[in-house]
């Protein structure tokens, strides 16, 4: 099935830091989403892109729907402590189905 | 944004049991629901795609005997894990998809422990 690759894997920076993840798929996405998970929750919904070029923002967060429509990139800037959690990227492929990268965690040391 | 809530949120059971979880939407219509699974340190993965008054699709892999969903209203559906084992043990995650805006909102899962 599709995958999207989602890097890094892990990030561990200081607190006041900018945050850069992103997500490559080799297959066209309709949408990108990005989520954050906290432990033993489910997925909040934090940036959900619509049209390849977009770029939206959400306080101090922003997100690009790249150009080609296979790639999109998450900031986060000046890092606070509940900041702390997993990142997934996610898409909806052409078939409309919901596919979630693997994930990014980030610790950040106040 | 819109609620999702499941229920229970953590579940212990023996092996050879039967478990039910739900999913509610409060606020919103879901005409299409998804369950996800996921292990520790890993990634959402879907199980299977619900649909109001339909029979689900089930992803590859997924063994439809032993995970019953059931979609009985715009509201509200059930994930029945039959006969758990060990192995079935995850967090079981479901979402659903506001008819309105399509935006796919999530619960707060369901921690199923199979001893």
């Known amino acids: 099935g599709q995958q999207l690759n989602q890097s890094p894997q892990s990030m561990f920076i200081q607190e006041g830091e900018d945050v850069s993840m992103n997500c490559t798929s080799s297959?066209?996405?309709?949408?990108w989403l990005w989520y954050k998970q906290d432990p033993g929750e489910g997925p909040v919904l934090l940036i959900a892109?619509?049209?390849?070029?977009e770029l939206t923002s959400n306080g101090r967060l922003t997100a690009q729907f790249g150009i080609t429509r296979k790639d999109s990139f998450l900031n986060i800037s000046a890092s606070i402590p509940s900041d702390v959690g997993i990142y997934f990227c996610?898409?909806?492929?052409?078939?409309?189905?919901?596919?979630f990268g693997q994930g990014t965690e980030l610790s950040v040391k106040p | 944004g819109a609620v999702v809530s499941q229920h229970p949120s953590r579940v212990i059971c023996k092996s050879g049991t039967s478990v039910k979880i739900e999913c509610r939407s409060l606020?919103?219509?879901?005409?299409?629901m998804f369950w996800y699974r996921q292990f520790p340190k890993q990634s959402l993965m879907l199980m299977a795609t619900?649909?109001?008054?339909?029979?689900?699709?089930?992803e590859q892999g997924v063994e439809k005997d032993k995970f019953l969903i059931n979609h009985a209203s715009l509201t509200l559906s059930t994930l029945t894990v039959t006969s758990a084992h060990p192995e079935d043990s995850s967090f079981y995650i479901c979402?659903?998809?506001?008819?309105?805006?399509?935006?796919?909102?999530f619960g707060p899962g369901t921690r199923l422990t199979v001893l």
């Open positions: 996610a898409g909806h492929d052409q078939g409309g189905k919901l596919i």
């Open positions: 297959s066209i996405f309709n949408t």
């Open positions: 892109l619509y049209k390849a070029g």
């Open positions: 606020d919103f219509q879901a005409t299409t």
């Open positions: 619900s649909n109001e008054g339909s029979k689900a699709t089930y």
């Open positions: 979402s659903g998809r506001d008819t309105l805006t399509d935006t796919q909102y």
